[in-house]
């Protein structure tokens, strides 16, 4: 950006503003991938003695056909926008919109594939096999309720670690918890999601959610916080990542596979068994807050796998 000779000073805090404001359009995590996949083709740049910003397409392209055998397809597709995102950031047009860049992205996907490998949801048969495993201490108490209004409302790591106390309303028919920002909504317009009372009390949200509250008090504050070893209930609120490595722990306790499950299996677990209960496709968008209607169907292709199932019919 250009300025007049002598309006330096005067324009200086609306620059800093605009970078402010330009960092604040993007979520955290995504700026924390952005930066890392950058770091990434950056280093690799460096290695082999070629300019990062700005980079040529055939840069790229060679780029793309090194990590080609040792990474998925969606990460290729990942780096290829955050190099996309540096270079219009900087001013530069994006090598990336390159016809060399596009078809050597082409002819991996045909070669790799471009099946998205995803973690495993988690079924109501696996939650309650880790509630009956759990204690009644904080930590305890804590997750209980972390699996089960993470599970029942269909929420993402971001949005159940960024609840606070007043974002919970309970009311005769369950829980209204009041999302005032999320992945898609980056805005800040907000969403309620309703959570009803459950018919078992072991697996009740509400109840999960009243119990851990009683235990961090109602005053204003993060609800799901961490504790230390000693079963002190800290102030601050878990991070992302620490859901993940909760809902790991967790599942390994009930004997599953840690490596396929982390935090999204809660998300994942309500939409595919609320699509083999038969919900529609509209009330699970409604829940969860997808605003992709291909990527619920890929749950309830997932939930209605033996639904209809025609093997099932031919009398085997």
């Known amino acids: 950006m250009t300025v007049p000779d002598g ?26 991938a952005y930066a890392s996949d950058w770091r990434h083709f950056s280093a690799w740049c460096a290695q082999r003695s070629r300019p990062p910003l700005p980079a040529e397409p055939q840069t790229v392209a060679l780029y793309l056909s090194d990590l080609a055998a040792s990474a998925r397809t969606s990460t290729l597709v990942r780096r290829i926008s955050s190099i996309s995102q540096a270079h219009q950031m900087a001013g530069y047009e994006s090598p990336t919109r390159h016809m060399v860049v596009r078809s050597v992205l082409a002819g991996i996907r045909r070669s790799n594939g471009s099946a998205q490998v995803g973690k495993n949801p988690l079924r109501v048969e696996d939650l309650r096999a880790i509630l009956d495993r759990l204690t009644s201490t904080a930590q305890g108490i804590r997750d209980r309720a972390l699996l089960l209004v993470g599970f ?18 309970f009311v005769s028919a369950g829980l209204i918890v009041n999302l005032r920002r999320s992945k898609t909504d980056q805005e800040g317009q907000g969403r309620r999601v309703g959570i009803p009372a459950g018919a ?51 599942v390994s306790h009930a004997g599953l596979d840690a490596r396929f499950y982390a935090g999204h299996s809660l998300r994942a677990g309500l939409a595919t068994s609320a699509a083999a209960a038969g919900a529609s496709e509209r009330s699970i968008m409604a829940q969860t807050g997808h605003r992709s209607v ?23």
């Open 7 to 32: 309006g330096t000073a005067s324009i200086a805090p609306a620059l800093v503003r605009a970078e402010q404001y330009i960092r604040q359009s993007k979520a955290e995590n995504t700026r924390r």
């Open 152 to 169: 029942a409302g269909g929420f993402r790591r971001s949005e159940l670690i960024g609840l606070d106390t007043d974002d919970m309303k």
């Open 200 to 250: 078992n009390p072991e697996t009740c949200a509400v109840r999960a959610a009243e119990a851990w509250l009683a235990v961090i008090g109602r005053a204003a504050g993060p609800v799901f916080r961490s504790i230390n070893r000693h079963g002190h209930v800290a102030e601050e609120r878990l991070s992302d990542r620490a859901v993940a490595l909760i809902v790991k722990r967790l």
């Open 294 to 316: 291909g990527t619920v169907r890929r749950y309830i292709r997932e939930g209605s796998l033996f639904l209809e199932n025609a093997a099932a019919k031919a009398g085997l």
